[in-house]
């Protein structure tokens, strides 16, 4: 009878340090779907932020190309302004001296 309970008490006790391991296991395996769930939430913020910093870079490379051309256009008409008065320059150069001619006469 003593056997029978010691066999018992070695079942009961097989049975709980099993039923301990799938409570760990069990634990263990909601820890790991948690931890799961915290990486995908993470990737996606990563991916968010990812992205919003490609429409940054996107936004700033296209008003960096509207500025270049912005400075071509400011370029181009200096440029314009520096020929017609370089050509007023001229013709006054012209009128002064036919001035000084026909006084001259």
Do not use: I, P
Not at 85 to 91: F, T
């Amino acid at each position: 009878e003593l056997q029978a309970t010691n066999k018992a008490l070695a079942v009961a006790s097989a049975k709980q340090v099993h039923m301990g391991d799938e409570s760990a296991a069990f634990k263990r395996l909601v820890d790991l779907e948690a931890q799961l769930q915290e990486n995908q939430r993470v990737a996606f913020e990563a991916q968010r932020a990812q992205t919003a910093k490609a429409k940054e870079w996107e936004v700033a490379k296209n008003e960096r190309e509207v500025a270049k051309n912005e400075l071509r256009h400011t370029q181009g008409e200096l440029t314009r302004a520096k020929e017609e008065v370089c050509q007023a320059r001229e013709e006054a150069a012209r009128r002064k001296k036919a001035q000084a001619e026909a006084v001259s006469v």
